[in-house]
């Protein structure tokens, strides 16, 4: 394989080939030397290059609830592998010469990947520290389950998006999702005094983080509140509606919502609503709080495979293996995006005309790609027109999408015209 062309350098100095988890050695030993154990409370675990283990192996660093699969029978995803998808060429944005698609897997930090085309994977591959088997920290990407969930009971009259959320959850009267609809929520136009700025450590989202122990706390600070005391701290900024906002928190209150109406805690609903049903092959994960509540904004972890029977399910508008899971009409409020000019204030120049709905990002593209997005780059393709799912984990050294959508979007359209022109 040819190395990455100099225009599209590696992000870090470490490259995906020299940031391997087991090259560096990782955790290995019995027991490892000190200078090569990950831990959560020195905040290692989320360093790059130790991200490239942590992200694999969550139940080491921290509090998990399972998600259980039960005992039906798998899903079959038949295989049908390819030997004509490496060498897709394609064009980064921003960049003037063309790569291949191998080449675009590595340089976002690929840790696994399988593509669907017609039911049936074509392609599958791993990396870093993470086998078929293993389970992978999902990150935002637990939205869109979280938010399938939502939609799910919106289908089914239990939940109304008009209603305020405090019809569910009287605690957060005097929060800044005081005035806010389940709508609003579940969108992402609530008004809030809260910033998703990876890189500051006194951003919301840092805080947030801290409170729920899903980072480590300063010397001689008090313990996490938890999640559920953060959500009713969130103060107001602005008008609800207006405008589409990315703020994790909405999501723990969508979930927050979703448990008080269903009277089932969010890991019971994750697995008799979708992961038995779908036929996953193994149980999944979800990281909590102190307190035992789940975190709903991103701490889902499955297998690469169990993933893209998730992408699988939605293409096929809420149905897999001959069994409906999602009702019908609420994969068709996911696939029918939201509204492009409320999402066009955020300013997210590699995503023009794009919309966020029911916590899925929605292109509005003639083919119809619709995907859930993680921070490190954690994905669910969905492309109707060309009949593809892909499935990728990854741990890119830079969190926000931004950083990896240059290679990835034209990546997941270079495919999808390939297989839409070569079905096989």
């Not at 027109?385 to 050294?397: D, K």
């Amino acid at each position: 394989m040819n190395p990455l062309p100099d225009f599209l350098p590696p992000p870090h100095e470490l490259d995906a080939d020299a940031s391997c988890p087991s090259r560096l050695g990782w955790m290995q030993g019995s027991p490892p030397p000190p200078e090569r154990v990950v831990r959560f409370d020195t905040g290692d675990s989320r360093k790059f290059p130790q991200s490239r283990w942590s992200f694999s192996h969550t139940r080491e660093l921290y509090p998990t609830l399972n998600i259980g699969r039960g005992d039906g029978p798998v899903a079959a995803l038949p295989r049908a592998l390819r030997d004509d998808l490496d060498d897709i060429a394609l064009t980064p944005i921003g960049a003037g010469k063309p790569i291949r698609f191998a080449q675009s897997l590595k340089a976002n930090y690929t840790d696994g990947i399988v593509v669907l085309h017609r039911g049936r994977i074509v392609l599958e591959r791993y990396f870093g520290a993470l086998g078929e088997h293993q389970p992978h920290i999902a990150f935002s990407v637990t939205k869109s389950f979280i938010g399938t969930l939502g939609a799910t009971l919106v289908a089914e009259r239990v939940l109304d998006e008009s209603r305020p959320v405090t019809h569910w959850v009287p605690e957060l009267a005097g929060s800044g999702f005081g005035g806010a609809t389940l709508g609003e929520v579940m969108n992402m136009t609530t008004a809030l005094d809260f910033s998703e700025v990876y890189t500051d450590p006194d951003s919301g989202i840092a805080a947030y983080a801290r409170a729920g122990g899903l980072a480590p706390r300063a010397a001689g600070s008090p313990p996490p509140e938890g999640l559920y005391a953060f959500l009713q701290a969130v103060r107001p900024a602005g008008v609800h509606g207006a405008a589409f906002t990315y703020r994790s928190v909405n999501t723990d209150v969508l979930a927050w919502v979703i448990q008080r109406a269903a009277g089932e805690r969010i890991e019971s609903l994750l697995s008799q609503r979708l992961w038995g049903p779908l036929g996953a092959e193994r149980d999944a994960h979800i990281i909590c709080d102190p307190y035992g509540m789940p975190f709903a904004a991103g701490g889902l972890c499955t297998t690469v495979r169990d993933l893209a029977r998730m992408g699988e399910m939605i293409r096929c508008e809420g149905a897999l293996a001959g069994r409906q899971i999602v009702p019908a009409a609420a994969v068709a409020a996911i696939r029918g995006g939201g509204d492009p000019a409320a999402f066009a204030p955020a300013g997210y120049a590699l995503l023009p005309g794009w919309s966020y709905r029911h916590q899925w990002w929605n292109s509005h593209q003639p083919d119809g790609m619709f995907m859930a997005r993680g921070i490190h780059g954690q994905a669910i393709v969905v492309n109707p027109g060309a009949e593809m799912v892909v499935a990728r984990y990854a741990s890119h050294p830079l969190a926000a999408n931004a950083n990896l959508d240059p290679a990835s979007l034209p990546a997941w359209s270079a495919l999808a015209d390939h297989l839409a022109r070569h079905p096989g």
